[in-house]
T-cell receptor, first 114, second 112 residues
Framework: DAKTTQPNSMESNEEEPVHLPCNHS???????IHWYRQLPSQGPEYVIH???SNVNNRMASLAIAEDRKSSTLILHRATLRDAAVYYC???????????????FGQGTILTVHP | DAGVTQSPTHLIKTRGQQVTLRCSPK?????VSWYQQALGQGPQFIFQ???????QRGNFPDRFSGHQFPNYSSELNVNALLLGDSALYLC???????????FGPGTRLTVL
């Protein structure tokens, strides 16, 4: 499984933008970049995913480098509810049963200050 | 629409015992995956079920087994419990291997 590297922790102030980086230098052409987050005492929840182009949804934006060796999850206005562990995960999009497997790393612990 | 549900919420067992955890997938989902999350670590993939068969397996011993029923619900069984099996066990469901996985709240297993 291709690996990702994330900072152990980051801090932000409420209502400010947050940029969470992820390095994935060994990414293959068929790997999708997924982000999940885990709030305290809950299971992980899907945030966003993309392949090559930048993506936006109601929760966040995903900016993917042109060479795809890094990506950044952007929370446009952090709230206290965004305090969580954020996981950057590569998933093989070539098809078949590999879709179901998520390989989690340590993730980034995001602290949001009031 | 109910999300992924798991039971029980918490469980305490002693070494050597056996345990069964249960998961009901989100409505419309047909695949179920199980993960183990030790304290302070990211979840680790145990196995995945689709069409009542184990399709993929992570690096876990045979003490870990599972089952998927015709209604897509699933069980995780762990035999001969070890202290190191203490963890949060997470169930995730999806639709026919589509990208998004939906996780339940987990079952906290403590082995004494």
């Amino acid at each position: 499984d291709a690996k990702t590297t994330q900072p152990n922790s980051m801090e932000s102030n409420e209502e400010e933008p947050v940029h969470l980086p992820c390095n994935h230098s060994t990414i293959s052409g068929t790997d999708y970049i997924h982000w999940y987050r885990q709030l305290p005492s809950q299971g992980p929840e899907y945030v966003i995913h993309g392949l090559t182009s930048n993506v936006n949804n109601r929760m966040a934006s995903l900016a993917i480098a042109e060479d795809r060796k890094s990506s950044t999850l952007i929370l446009h206005r952090a709230t206290l509810r965004d305090a969580a562990v954020y996981y950057c995960i590569l998933r093989d999009g070539a098809g078949g049963t590999s879709y179901g497997k998520l390989t989690f790393g340590q993730g980034t612990i995001l602290t949001v200050h009031p | 629409d109910a999300g992924v549900t798991q039971s029980p919420t918490h469980l305490i067992k002693t070494r050597g015992q056996q345990v069964t955890l249960r998961c009901s997938p989100k409505s419309g989902h047909d695949t179920v995956s199980w993960y183990q999350q030790a304290l302070g670590q990211g979840p680790q993939f145990i196995f995945q079920y689709y069409e009542e068969e184990e399709r993929q397996r992570g690096n876990f011993p045979d003490r870990f087994s599972g089952h998927q029923f015709p209604n897509y619900s699933s069980e995780l069984n762990v035999n001969a419990l070890l202290l190191g099996d203490s963890a949060l066990y997470l169930c995730a469901s999806g639709y026919s291997f589509r990208d998004t996985q939906y996780f339940g709240p987990g079952t906290r297993l403590t082995v004494l």
